[in-house]
């Protein structure tokens, strides 16, 4: 089996995986949830307040998705400028042997 | 179909991890709705934010943290310093836990949460390098996404930067001690090691807020509930995805691979240096 045919087939149990709940929890919100963290520990224990706020925060949620999008650009170009790279390096040094 | 089902027996090593994959499917599907069946709300699970930690336990996590992180130090100058090409390599290591920590992936659990990505670096280059690696994303995320904290960073650095990679690490050298196929014993170590991440979130917290009846373990238990659930299919997404650049490593990155003795175990003397010291 070749490599990029294993690794498709791969790919596409991560999507299934992700996109499965979608289909199965149709009615649930998927919230990011960092409000509800505090809503949970706040049932613990009622008299909890946080002693320290963030420097600084996203002022709207577009903004937070285009750090997150940046972060997952930034991540991933290199992550694929290094697979790339060291797959021409491979075949650069097969066709040198050969 | 016929055709392919022949290729398919060819590889008797493809063979084992269809059944696998089958064995998944399955238990996936009975946890999906023993999930459905106890969670039926909307849950969270995601790193401790900001100031919801009790001072002294901030303190504490950070306290446990710190030895770690120097270690971790060490170990990198010592990999660079040793290998100087592998430092892309390593690079390519925290890019992909950035990357992996940026996707919020929906759950059953009808809430999002995301993957770590540390288990790929830790078998590469051994536990304390990604606890550096780890903290460097979770300053990242603290400071420019309100998404964690730098007062709880002492104990998302724990969880994700320390316990995460210590248990992908001790998966997988046992995994394949036992004689384990690689690509399962990196998907193993990569799926355990996200998932006891946020068992260990679930303990923190669980610490730091005991409940009212039953105390700590009561709290951890429900904490544990929570967190746990939700990133079940996120760790396997994780552990594939693992395995997908493991493949990829394999096939144009041998040389490289075969240098770093975190991932091929061989020369253990120096493995232990370079890991620890």
Redesign the interface.
């Known amino acids: 089996?070749k490599?990029f045919t294993?690794?498709m087939i791969?790919?596409g149990?991560?999507v299934l995986?992700?996109v499965?709940?979608?289909y199965?929890?149709k009615?649930?919100?998927?919230?990011?949830?960092?409000g509800?963290?505090?809503e949970?520990?706040m049932e613990?224990?009622a008299d909890?307040t946080?002693?320290?706020?963030?420097?600084?925060?996203?002022p709207s949620g577009e903004i937070?998705s285009l750090?997150?999008?940046l972060?997952?650009a930034?991540?991933?170009?290199?992550?694929f400028y290094?697979?790339g790279?060291?797959?021409g390096?491979?075949s650069f040094s097969k066709r040198d042997q050969a | 179909m016929i055709e392919l089902s022949r290729r398919l027996s060819e590889r008797s090593c493809f063979n084992l991890m269809e059944i696998g994959k089958l064995k998944r499917t399955g238990l996936f599907l009975v946890y999906v709705f023993a999930v459905y069946m106890v969670f039926p709300d909307n849950v969270y699970a995601m790193h401790i934010m900001e100031g919801f930690l009790p001072f002294n336990w901030a303190a504490f996590w950070w306290i446990a943290m710190v030895p770690f992180v120097i270690a971790g130090v060490r170990s990198i100058r010592k990999t660079v310093k040793l290998h100087p090409n592998l430092k892309m390599l390593l690079g390519m290591a925290g890019a992909f836990a950035f990357v992996l920590s940026a996707l919020k992936i929906p759950s059953v659990t009808g809430s999002c949460s995301h993957p770590t990505g540390v288990g790929l670096g830790t078998m590469l280059f051994g536990p304390t390098a990604m606890t550096v690696l780890g903290m460097i994303v979770l300053i990242f995320q603290a400071l420019l996404l309100a998404h964690g904290g730098i007062t709880t960073l002492g104990a998302n650095t724990f969880s994700m930067g320390v316990v995460g990679p210590l248990v992908a690490y001790g998966i997988y050298k046992g995994l394949k001690k036992l004689g384990a196929p690689q690509w399962l014993s990196i998907f193993m170590a990569a799926t355990l090691g996200n998932l006891m991440t946020y068992v260990t979130t679930s303990i923190q917290l669980g610490l730091a807020f005991p409940a009212a009846t039953g105390g700590i373990m009561a709290s951890i238990l429900k904490f544990m509930g929570i967190f746990a659930f939700t990133q079940v299919p996120l760790a396997i997404s994780e552990g594939l995805l693992t395995v997908m650049v493991f493949n990829i490593l394999n096939a144009y990155s041998k040389r490289e691979l075969q240098v770093l003795t975190a991932f091929t175990g061989k020369a253990i003397s120096t493995l232990k240096g370079g890991v620890k010291a």
């Open positions: 089996m490599l294993k690794n791969i790919l149990f991560v995986l992700a499965f709940p979608l199965f929890a009615d649930a919100e998927f919230g990011g949830a960092d509800e963290a505090s949970a520990i613990l224990n909890y946080p002693w320290f706020e963030s420097f600084w925060e996203p937070e750090l997150f999008a972060q997952a930034l991540g991933s170009g290199f992550v290094y697979l790279y060291s797959r390096k491979h």
